[in-house]
């Protein structure tokens, strides 16, 4: 398989690179099938971040020396990453967070609270992950006369579109807010078809991307959206810092999410003057070893290229799809037909945590419970919840082997 510049994917190879895959656990070898939580970093990402903090390290934007000018140019770098690794217009439309979560209350604080009108509706879905629920949950508690939509999920998994369009058609929908890929289902939305559909009943849309910007290639300019949000640590970065993008239009007329250093131009005892975008809304010291990280693990992705990530990966859920399906006993939950590598399944008399701890014992790391989209499974019967494999593109098809093997084994043990 060929990946980007004419670099082979070799997973093996690239597993190499990823220093606490060569561990064991529990005297098994280390089989992670759990980056859909987060994923692992490989030594570049690792690197990157000590050199930052041993060599250019300091508060960027303030100081007129040279280690903060060093520091400002890494993290505005990390900034011009970004925009290039999701085809953004302008790095200006990227705007630093915390994490997918931060950047989706941001746009339901500023975009929901300073712009939405009373009498207008968010529409989101059955398949949302908690951090693209709550926020619209508490915006349409906060007395505001935003009315919440919710789409349906057929028994297949996917995204009933016919509901959607039926919850679009009076034009009251403000704002979509759709996830682009599962968390538990691993089902990938038709993102082009939403934006063409929001936009069409006069709606502005978010797609949370926290796993599809992973697993696929993201385009802005050809996807039309008007905002994105994703995280860096399930991308083979660091934990604490995600990225909303959003259209400077909109930027424009949002009011900022928190107040405090970096996101002003101008103060006095009586008034204040923002900051332009994107700096409006990355108030106070922002995560600069972590969007020194964020940049290093682009740029390995990069090198590998998303159409030989994906490729790999469409791999892995056919055999995985194969595999799981012939086990007596196991039932996943949804079968979409364009899905990315993450499943979520139940086993004939185990519960959810019983089975990851069995199978944490043969060295497999799995995720267990309701995944942070407790309605999901309560819409499939199975509020006991589920157990997930998510994978990586470090992940082989022997793992997955591997953990079939492992669940037969369960099954008999729970039997």
């Known amino acids: 398989m060929v990946g980007g510049g004419g670099v082979s994917f070799d997973v093996q190879r690239i597993r190499q690179d990823f220093p606490i895959l ?28 000590v050199r930052c903090m041993e060599e250019r390290y300091a508060n960027v934007h303030r100081g007129a020396y040279f280690l903060s000018e060093a520091a400002t140019e890494a993290y505005e770098a990390a900034r011009g990453a970004v925009a290039r690794f999701i085809n953004a217009a302008d790095p200006r439309e990227v705007i630093f967070t915390s994490n997918s979560t931060m950047a989706i209350n941001l746009v339901a604080h500023s975009w929901g609270r300073g712009v939405m009108k009373a009498g207008q509706a968010v529409l989101i879905s059955e398949m949302e992950h908690h951090a693209n629920m709550v926020p619209w949950q508490m915006l349409r508690d906060a007395g505001r006369g935003i009315e919440l939509r919710v789409a349906r999920v057929t028994d297949a998994g996917e995204l009933d579109m016919d509901d959607v369009a039926a919850k679009l058609a009076d034009g009251k929908v403000g704002l979509v807010a759709i996830t682009h890929m599962s968390n538990v289902l691993g089902t990938v939305t038709p993102a082009e078809r939403l934006v063409a559909m929001a936009h069409a009943a006069g709606a502005k849309i978010l797609l949370d991307g926290s796993q599809a910007a992973v697993h696929r290639r993201v385009d802005m300019q050809a996807l039309g959206a008007d905002f994105y949000a994703f995280t860096g640590h399930k991308l083979y970065g660091p934990t604490g810092i995600g990225v909303l993008w959003a259209r400077l239009e909109h930027q424009e007329r949002m009011p900022p999410f928190l107040g405090g250093g970096d996101m002003i131009s101008m103060v006095t005892l009586d008034r204040v003057e923002w900051a332009p975008p994107p700096a409006k809304f990355e108030a106070g010291t922002p995560p600069i070893v972590e969007a020194v990280g964020l940049h290093a693990a682009i740029d390995y992705v990069a090198a590998i290229g998303m159409p030989a990530v994906e490729a790999h990966e469409r791999g892995l859920v056919d055999h995985a799809m194969r595999r799981l399906s012939d086990i007596e006993g196991v039932a996943l939950l949804g079968r979409a037909q364009d899905r990315g590598g993450v499943f979520a399944f139940s086993l004939d008399n185990a519960h959810s945590h019983d089975l990851a701890t069995l199978l944490d014992r043969a060295g497999i790391a799995v995720r267990a419970g309701r995944h942070c989209a407790e309605p999901l499974h309560a819409r499939f019967g199975v509020e006991a919840g589920t157990v997930r494999a998510s994978f990586g593109l470090y992940t082989t098809e022997g793992e997955i082997d591997y953990l079939a093997e492992a669940l037969t084994k369960a099954r008999e043990f729970f039997a």
Do not use: E, N, Y
């Open 22 to 49: 060569s561990q064991t656990v529990r005297g098994k070898p280390l089989v992670f099938l759990d980056s859909g939580a987060s994923a692992q970093k490989p030594r570049a990402v690792i690197d990157a971040m």
